[in-house]
Structures are given as C-alpha cells and as structure tokens.
Nanobody
Framework: VQLQASGGGLVQAGDSLRLSCVASGLASGTYGITMGWFRQAPGKEREFVAVRSWRNSNPLYADSVKGRFTLSRDTSKNIWYLQMNSLNPEDTAVYHC????????????????????WGPGTEVTVSS
C-alpha cells in the first residue's frame, strides 16, 4: 500500500485547508484500514493529530485539534480527508498520513510507533 498526502499550503490564521491521503494498492478498498494523521513541526517531535480505526467509525482526535479538524473518507476513491478549520500558527507542520496494522488496539492509536506504513508529508504553514 502506498500513501500520498496532499493539500498543504500557506494560509492565514483562521483559514481552512483540506488534506487528502490517497491510498493505492489496497486489496479490499478502505475495509480494514486504520488511517492516522500525524504532524511534525520544525524542531519538535512527531505529534498525533487524528485517526479513524477500521473497527470504529468514530474518529479519535488530539485535544489540540478537536472541534476544528474533521476526518472523513471517500470509500469509492480510497481517499481519506483531514478537514482543518480555524487554523492557527501552532498548526504549522508537515502532515503525514499513515496506516496501522489491523491488530493495533485502540489504546495504541495515538502512538506513531503503532503505524508501519507512512506516506510523504504535505506541508502546512499558517501565518498570523
């Protein structure tokens, strides 16, 4: 499975962006796929953003983005979306999508080490 994130860019505080993650090479479409989003700001550790587990249709969000970011997917196109609203400069980072094995338990979904397939990131810059 290959992942490709896109949709990043330079925006102003308060603006919105929608990131896309296209997954190619899926044998069964989006079934069984746990897709997570992480971000890494310059000089900082990689940070969990959001995830949609294949076991649970309710996404899990980091507290820092809850209420502003929304995960969705288009099962016909094998695309996952991260809608980001009310962006602020603290959201500036390179955003990556990644998949975790089906066996990953709910309690480990915030841990980047649980994900074994990563795509190239897309850069988001939010100016104040």
């Amino acid at each position: 499975v290959q992942l490709q994130a896109s949709g990043g860019g330079l925006v102003q505080a308060g603006d919105s962006l929608r990131l896309s993650c296209v997954a190619s090479g899926l044998a069964s479409g989006t079934y069984g796929i746990t897709m997570g989003w992480f971000r890494q700001a310059p000089g900082k550790e990689r940070e969990f953003v959001a995830v949609r587990s294949w076991r649970n249709s309710n996404p899990l969000y980091a507290d820092s983005v809850k209420g502003r970011f929304t995960l969705s997917r288009d099962t016909s196109k094998n695309i996952w979306y991260l809608q980001m609203n009310s962006l602020n400069p603290e959201d500036t980072a390179v955003y990556h999508c990644a998949t975790a094995p089906r066996s990953t338990i709910w309690g480990r979904l915030r841990d980047s080490a649980s994900y074994d397939n990563w795509g190239p990131g897309t850069e988001v810059t939010v100016s104040s």
